[in-house]
């Protein structure tokens, strides 16, 4: 567990206030809501009003405060983002694993894999935004189905690096051993093959929570995601597009700053994990000069008491 | 000697580390004289690489480099400017890297990358052409205007090293810093490359720095030698002091350590440090005379039997596939209780067997007996008693260890499957097998990462001991490690053969150490069985020019200045196009036309135990004559005249036919 919080705490300072922001969004997305000085979802009498004491970030063209919005809006989308790439994870390493392990040259393993890469070509053929959007016009703008479209576009990625990552591992020696050993090949993959190939996954499922946090804001922004009036940033921002010109600019440039912030602080955590864990798996790259790490059975030792 | 060409005074290299600064160089002084070879040796982490590299300034970053004094002919390294540095790297002396894979560019062309290093240091285009052939040619590389034209991946380990050389010379400099070049290759090109170097120099009078962990090539091509250790020089002096006459402890022992193939090793129990007597099994080993078990020793049933075993590997995709022969008709026996050493060359198919005894891996044709039953239809509960008989040692301890596993965990892995013993009696076994391997018991909860490479080896050992096998497979089990390491290592493995009655059957390149291991040996090259033999007759009197040439490769330590003859030209042929017939007869000195049509069948003399794929044996009068030449070229000839070893080829070729 200590060594796990090392990951986080030992890195650059940028990704120290990248953590920073991501854990605040986390948490506003549990709290936001109550942390709201009005409801997001009701209009005030105040309409296109600029930032001030009542409104400290301005209304909208409804007349809804900026603030409450922005700060409501991170239950909306980063729970859409974190939830559906943690389902894409699940699923898609699960898929990376079935199509990426040789389960010893097996062949009915050859062959599945041969479709669910297929079918994982088949998906990725189609641009991401473009699926997501059809993929919600079929089943109807709710958070459930946003959910899970952002979850089917984002797989095929986690399931091509898992397959990557799996393939390279296999043919590490250690699981020939545990081969000769006569552990069974779903053993394998789970106890050896799967712990070592994830790495380089879980460090871009952080950054995929950034591309999944714009994509929902996208989806929404064209009027194709989670269906007005929930507070999101993708809406509001489109709300207030047509004002910038007239110089209502908070409407649309604030809750900008704030998604463009956390989608920026996710890659770069995701950015620092990836650091983070290849230095430790180096095991510091200098451990190759120090004397101590062979001296021990060397002939050192013999030579001491010859 | 005149003014010596590089002057290192006090050198030191140190890196930071979370520990306070580490100085894997401290403070070492020496001096290279024109037109000398020297050797500079020393085990993993002694400093070695990081020395050479100073010699040109070459730190990698973070570390940081401080001599009291490095000078070049009569420039002061220490004070010139990058720029200045930068012209004399290349033009007046240059460096290569042990693997000549990663140190060539690899999208660009051989003649390219010269082409590019002569117009670095200002050669003019008109000449260009003419100094790249000139340098491919100066390196033995057949064919120069071909090689220029060739990608690093198109060239084969050896041609690689050689255009590695041929670009490190194009600019002619006066000092070569090779580090580990041979390593990578195997033993009948690394012959070659060592005869390239002595010629180098000869005609070139260059001087050379040659970091390397070999003694035998120390002794057999450098005049002086400098023995690292752990950051300092422990030793040093002319080639014949220091391996005649070792003075420091740490040499003696490195000395003692590498395997002889015409004596048996002194035992590196000699200088054993180890705290406390010997244990009661180790003064057993220091008894018992290692000698081959004679016929009544060795029951003569058979643990594997394999017939017309032939394995092959598709390459490439469909409409262009290709074979891959890393197998064909291997029949073979295994018997109870013997230790059987199968050595070969890259591409020769020995680690494919090992695996195919393992279960690894599956035949294309032919069939495996292990006892009664046929490993193909082993099932079920049949799979799982053969999976705890037979055990295998791979050749890399860093890979064939889980790194998220403790060393306790790895070996109660093996101990769960196959319910070896009480989940409560479990530490006590782990205990127990560590202790077989001679490593303490706190190393239970340590990570992989956290041992050498000999202690992760002792745990592979004790990890495959874990479910008490009867058979102890070993792939390359002491190559990834130092000399000193190795000598441990085997130790380990005969005294566990002792204990535990196991049947070993262990693959390596060096033949050396195969012969020291094995009662009976079989040599492989591309596929096929060449020879095999009970060991001692197998060194005394191979039959096979290929087995022949094989144990006359290695440099030996005890013969200084013997340059190792050439018996075998050029490199083995890829596995996928194997030549016809006897698929030596492509580099035999023996071959004649019969050979490139016919597959020689497996001669048998001595009553069947010792057998041959041979047309043309190699008589008594070749061995005697390439005695005497070998010799000769050494002894009776200053240093610097030693003859090329062409020649000595040329003699065996007249020796064979006429």
Same mark, same amino acid.
């Given at each position: ?6 990951l ?5 300072p940028?990704?120290i ?7 605040a ?8 809501g109550?942390?709201?000085?009005y409801?997001?979802e009701?209009?005030?009498i ?6 001030s ?16 919005v922005v700060?409501a ?13 943690g389902?894409s ?19 009915s ?13 088949l ?9 997501a ?10 958070v ?11 797989l ?5 690096l898992?397959?990557?990552a799996?393939q390279?591992?296999?043919?590490r ?6 081969r ?21 996954t ?7 929570v ?10 929404s ?18 709300s ?9 600019w ?5 809750p ?7 989608v ?8 620092g ?6 230095r ?5 790259e ?16 013999r030579?001491?008491?010859? | ?24 160089v ?16 020393g085990?993993?982490?002694?400093g070695?690489t990081?020395?050479?590299r100073s010699?040109?300034?070459?730190v ?7 001599a009291?004094?490095?000078?070049f ?16 790297r ?22 390219t990358q ?10 003019p ?32 380990g ?7 050389i041929a670009l ?37 009078q ?9 003694l035998?090539?120390?002794?057999s091509?450098c005049?002086?030698v400098?023995?690292?250790r ?5 030793e ?11 003075q ?8 003692a350590? $590498?395997?002889?193939l ?5 035992l590196p129990?000699t200088?054993d ?18 000698t ?5 020793d060795?029951?003569?049933?058979p ?15 469909l ?9 064909d008709?291997?029949d073979l026996?295994v018997y ?6 199968? $050595?070969g ?20 044709r ?21 999976r ?9 301890p ?20 196959h ?7 479990e ?5 127990e097998?560590?202790e ?9 909860s ?10 992760r080896?002792?745990?592979?050992i004790?990890?495959a ?8 497979l070993?792939?390359?089990p002491?190559?990834?490690?130092d ?8 130790e380990l493995?005969? $005294?566990l053969?002792?204990?535990?009655n ?10 050396a150490?195969?012969r020291?291991?094995?009662d009976?040996?079989?040599t ?6 060449a ?13 096979h020019?290929?087995?022949?040439a ?20 050029g ?36 009553g ?6 041979c ?9 005697v ?9 050494a002894s ?5 005249e030693?003859t ?12 064979g036919t006429?």
């Amino acid at each position: 567990m200590m060594r796990h919080l090392q990951l986080l705490t030992r890195q650059r300072p940028r990704v120290i206030v990248a953590e920073l922001v991501v854990l605040a969004a986390v948490v506003l997305a549990v709290i936001g809501g109550w942390l709201a000085p009005y409801d997001p979802e009701q209009p005030t009498i105040d309409v296109l009003a600029g930032p001030s004491r009542t409104h400290l970030l301005g209304t909208d063209a409804s007349g809804i405060d900026v603030l409450s919005v922005v700060v409501a809006a991170f239950r909306v989308d980063v729970l859409i983002a974190v939830v559906s790439i943690g389902i894409s994870l699940i699923a898609g390493v699960g898929l990376g694993a079935l199509s990426g392990y040789s389960f010893n040259r097996s062949r009915s393993a050859g062959m599945s894999s041969t479709i669910i890469l297929r079918a994982l070509d088949l998906v990725q053929s189609i641009p991401v935004f473009i699926l997501a959007l059809a993929l919600v016009g079929m089943a109807g703008q709710s958070v459930r189905n946003v959910v899970i479209a952002v979850a089917f576009v984002n797989l095929p990625v986690f399931a091509r690096l898992t397959r990557s990552a799996i393939q390279g591992i296999e043919h590490r020696e250690f699981v020939s051993a545990s081969r000769a050993i006569g552990i069974r090949e779903f053993g394998i993959l789970r106890s050896h093959v799967m712990p070592n190939s994830l790495d380089s996954t879980i460090a871009y499922a952080s950054i995929a929570v950034g591309g999944a946090i714009l994509l929902t804001a996208g989806l929404s922004f064209l009027g194709a995601g989670v269906k007005p009036p929930t507070p999101e940033w993708g809406a509001e921002i489109a709300s207030g597009s047509g004002y910038i010109i007239t110089g209502e600019w908070w409407i649309s440039v604030i809750p900008g700053i704030v998604l463009s912030t956390v989608v920026l602080s996710f890659a770069l955590l995701g950015d620092g994990i990836r650091v983070a864990l290849q230095r430790a798996h180096r095991g510091g790259e200098l451990a190759e000069y120090e004397p101590s790490t062979f001296i021990e059975e060397s002939i050192e030792e013999r030579i001491g008491s010859a | 000697m005149s003014e010596p060409l590089l002057q290192v005074g006090n050198l030191r290299v140190s890196f930071p580390s979370s520990g306070g600064p580490m100085t894997p160089v401290r403070g070492i002084s020496f001096e290279l004289g024109r037109g000398e070879i020297v050797g500079l040796v020393g085990e993993s982490g002694s400093g070695k690489t990081l020395t050479g590299r100073s010699c040109l300034r070459l730190v990698p970053k973070p570390g940081a480099m401080e001599a009291d004094r490095l000078t070049f002919e009569d420039i002061d390294l220490l004070q010139t400017s990058q720029s200045t540095l930068r012209h004399l790297r290349g033009r007046r002396m240059a460096m290569i890297a042990q693997d000549p894979l990663t140190s060539l560019h690899p999208s660009l062309r051989i003649g390219t990358q010269i082409d590019n290093a002569l117009a670095d240091h200002g050669v003019p285009r008109a000449h260009r052409r003419d100094r790249i052939l000139e340098s491919l040619d100066s390196v033995g590389l057949p064919d120069p205007d071909r090689q220029a034209h060739s990608y690093s991946h198109q060239l084969s380990g050896g041609m690689r090293q050689r255009a590695m050389i041929a670009l490190a010379l194009s600019n002619g400099p006066s000092l070569l810093i090779a580090d580990e070049p041979t390593t990578a290759l195997d033993a009948t090109v690394q012959a070659q490359l060592l005869g390239l170097l002595v010629e180098l120099r000869n005609h070139r009078q260059m001087t050379v720095l040659l970091i390397t962990h070999n003694l035998g090539i120390i002794a057999s091509i450098c005049d002086r030698v400098l023995v690292m250790r752990a950051g300092e020089i422990v030793e040093s002096g002319t080639t014949t002091d220091v391996v005649r006459d070792p003075q420091h402890d740490y040499t003696k022992a490195l000395l003692a350590a $590498v395997p002889r193939l015409d004596q048996p090793r002194m035992l590196p129990h000699t200088v054993d440090g180890r705290k406390g007597p010997p244990t009661v099994v180790e003064q057993q080993t220091l008894s018992v005379p290692s000698t081959a078990p004679t016929e009544e020793d060795t029951q003569r049933t058979p643990v594997f039997d394999l017939a017309g075993v032939t394995r092959h590997f598709p390459l490439g995709p469909l409409w262009r596939r290709e074979i891959v022969h890393a197998l064909d008709d291997i029949d073979l026996a295994v018997y109870q209780g013997e230790s059987l050493g199968i $050595v070969g060359e890259s591409g020769s198919g020995k680690s494919t067997l090992v695996r195919l005894l393992a279960l690894l891996d599956q035949p294309t044709r032919g069939t495996i007996k292990f006892q009664t039953s046929e490993l193909a239809h082993l099932r079920g509960a049949d799979l799982k008693r053969f999976r705890s008989r037979v055990q295998i040692v791979f050749q890399d301890p860093y890979s064939s260890l889980d790194p998220r596993y403790t060393v306790a965990r790895s070996i109660q892995e093996a101990l769960r499957a196959h319910r070896v013993c009480d989940p409560s009696e479990e530490r006590g076994r782990i205990r127990e097998l560590l202790e077989q391997v001679r490593l303490s018991p706190q190393f239970a909860s340590r990570y992989p990462s956290e041992l050498s490479g000999g202690q992760r080896q002792r745990v592979c050992i004790a990890r495959a001991l874990a479910p008490r096998p009867e058979v102890l497979l070993a792939d390359e089990p002491v190559s990834a490690l130092d000399v000193s390491v190795q000598a441990q290592i085997v130790e380990l493995f005969e $005294v566990l053969k002792r204990e535990e009655n196991l049947t070993l059957v262990m693959v390596a390149h060096d033949l050396a150490l195969v012969r020291e291991m094995s009662d009976r040996v079989i040599t492989l090259y591309l596929g096929r069985i060449a020879e095999e033999a009970p060991s001692k007759e197998y060194a005394d009197r191979p039959l096979h020019p290929y087995s022949f040439a094989l144990s006359r490769a290695t440099p030996d330590p005890d013969r200084i200045g013997y340059l190792p003859p050439i018996l075998a030209a050029g490199e083995p042929p890829s596995p996928v196009r194997p030549p016809t017939g006897c698929r030596f007869h492509t580099r035999c000195f023996n071959a004649q036309g019969r050979c490139a049509a016919e597959v020689p069948p497996l001669y048998s003399v001595n009553g069947g135990a010792h057998r041959f794929a041979c047309f043309y044996p190699v008589t008594e009068e070749q061995r005697v004559e390439l005695a005497r030449s070998g010799r000769a070229a050494a002894s009776d000839m200053p240093d610097h005249e030693k003859t090329p070893t062409g020649e000595t080829v040329d003699q065996i070729r007249e020796a064979g036919t006429g």
